[in-house]
């Protein structure tokens, strides 16, 4: 059937009218655009800039011709926010690439935790200025500190907006900026973020990282996340659990819970933790699994009881992430932890009673400012004591504008034989050699290898297991025998036949999208594309007209 724009519009005339804004008058009204400037030509005896390659700019976008390149640092939930932007970024028509040059935007989405991390953010968007490519930043770093110098003319998407990634990347491309920094709210009332029904495109297509709630109740003097992040706005209840039920039926076999202290959820809506995480396994299918996120001691100590019998629950990762920071009561004090040493103790002794096996992670700041020698020694004590499986150490960094950046420092040189002090301590035990060699393990394997050597399954106490890759074994719940063990992770092989591997993410295809997001998306993308047609072959019919009306006169 032929279609003409007769058919679509009674007038083609009617397009257009001496009455309709300019261009320019159509950002009048959008506060949060600032329009290109236009270009000047440089005198002859200006002094040369560094080189950069000029950065194309376009008046209009037509779905389906640009490419993306997105990055991501940081913790579980910056990499949800990033899965949501690719998802909105590709219903909308981009192409999503791992090639940045070939890219013609590049999306950064950054972490304020460290020095080293913004310092290599900053240097990505350096690289972007250098290869002539147009780029937005989001994350904690522009939220926390937007007025930054190497910011400035940056498109911006807050960390509450990321569901308008695609209105900011397509004015961005035509040379415009965009900063979206205020928060979410509905009817007045300040919200988590955006709804969680949103599309995505996850990193691990078995994998969907959950954000359960924004922001945290703690004030840590070392912390700038909380400027970025804020105080504590927890997601519905329902709306968690309709989420984790949609991801579920689309072919994920494994949900992340993420937020800045899951322990805090719930408490400005009337609700908790293990209410939520009750809920959530009466809906995880048989051989799926849970894993929870970072918690803070002050606000799971009350709930440790029901914490046991959740984390015992087949369904969820005996796994918990605590961090302690110091084992000295005086530097907790003084980063305003809310706890003291005898209360992570307690919580630790309960649960490792309570769930035998499983696994506690934590986290320690080497040479925060004021520590001494001996609340170090309070440290390599505690950390002694209990030979945590996965220990994060982390060098004191002062955040500027945080209240620790303006404590007298430890030297340099002692916080850095403090931290290999703590490393060789880290490394002197060795966790999985509580495993003899054949020993029979259940696994849910839903990764493969850096390497790409192994698959990489987790036990019930999210404890890794290196699989030969001679099958497909992505998304599947099998039984396994240990076959040796390094310090990080142990070594297996399959025991079951085939046909007795459990799947766990039967509606997945073989790239790891659902069959039925892929005809959805090819249905949208048939009518973006038609009405894009329609729409260029109708303006060129107006230019024509026009043309030949001018020839004639």
């Not at 972007?128 to 522009?142: F, M």
């Not at 309570?354 to 390599?380: K, R």
Request: aromatic share 8%; with cysteine; net charge neutral.
């Amino acid at each position: 059937m032929d279609i003409s724009c007769q058919d679509i519009i009674g007038d083609i005339e009617d397009l257009i009218s001496l009455d309709d804004p300019s261009p320019a008058e159509r950002y009048l009204n959008k506060k949060d655009v600032t329009v290109r400037t236009k270009r000047v030509k440089v005198r002859a005896n200006r002094p040369k800039e560094k080189s950069t390659v000029e950065k194309p700019l376009l008046d209009s976008v037509i779905p389906e011709t640009q490419h993306i390149y997105m990055k991501t640092w940081g913790c579980a939930h910056n990499t949800s926010d990033t899965e949501y932007m690719a998802g909105q970024l590709a219903q909308y028509g981009y192409n999503l690439t791992s090639d940045k040059d070939s890219a013609d935007l590049w999306v950064l989405n950054s972490c304020t935790v460290k020095n080293p991390s913004e310092d290599t953010f900053r240097n990505e968007i350096e690289a972007a200025h250098q290869a002539g490519k147009h780029v937005v930043v989001a994350g904690c770093v522009p939220q926390a500190a937007p007025r930054s110098d190497y910011l400035k003319g940056l498109s911006v998407v807050g960390v509450q907006q990321i569901d308008r990634v695609a209105e900011v990347v397509e004015e961005t491309l035509k040379g415009h900026s965009v900063r979206l920094l205020q928060a979410k709210k509905v009817d007045g009332r300040k919200v988590a973020g955006p709804k969680l029904a949103l599309p995505k495109v996850r990193k691990n297509p078995l994998i969907e990282v959950i954000p359960i709630n924004s922001g945290c109740l703690n004030a840590c003097t070392y912390c700038k996340t909380k400027f970025a992040r804020a105080d504590l706005v927890s997601y519905p209840v329902q709306e968690i659990v309709d989420r984790a039920q949609q991801v579920f039926q689309d072919g994920v076999c494994e949900i992340w819970l993420t937020s800045e202290d899951t322990g805090t959820y719930g408490r400005d809506i009337g609700s908790s933790l293990p209410e939520l995480l009750w809920q959530l396994v009466e809906v995880i299918p048989e051989g799926c699994m849970m894993r929870l996120g970072m918690t803070n001691p002050p606000y799971i100590l009350e709930h440790l009881d029901e914490m046991a019998k959740i984390l015992s629950h087949p369904r969820v990762y005996s796994f918990l992430h605590i961090p302690v920071q110091s084992g000295s009561d005086a530097i907790l004090g003084e980063m305003r932890r809310e706890y003291c040493v005898k209360d992570f103790e307690r919580m630790v002794d309960f649960l490792r009673a309570q769930v035998p096996g499983i696994t506690i992670a934590t986290d320690i700041i080497c040479g925060f400012p004021g520590e001494t020698e001996a609340d170090f020694d309070d440290t390599l004590a505690l950390c002694e004591k209990y030979q945590f499986p996965s220990l994060f150490i982390n060098q004191f960094f002062p955040r500027p504008g945080t209240p620790a950046a303006k404590m007298t420092k430890v030297p340099a040189n002692e916080v850095k034989t403090r931290t290999k002090r703590l490393t060789d301590l880290f490394h002197s035990y060795e966790p999985y050699k509580k495993y003899e060699a054949g020993t029979k393990q259940t696994v849910l394997v839903t990764e493969i290898s850096h390497d790409r050597k192994h698959y990489v399954g987790h036990n019930k106490f999210y404890e890794q297991i290196l699989l030969p890759m001679h099958n497909n074994l992505l998304g599947k719940q099998v039984e396994v025998e240990i076959t040796g063990c390094t310090k990080f992770s142990m070594f297996g092989k399959v025991i079951q036949g085939e046909q007795e591997w459990k799947n766990c993410s039967k509606r997945s295809t073989a790239d790891g999208t659902t069959a039925s997001s892929l005809v959805a998306g090819a249905e949208e993308s048939k009518y973006r594309s038609i009405f894009a047609y329609f729409f260029i072959s109708c303006s060129l019919a107006i230019v024509c007209k026009y043309i030949f009306m001018f020839l004639d006169f």
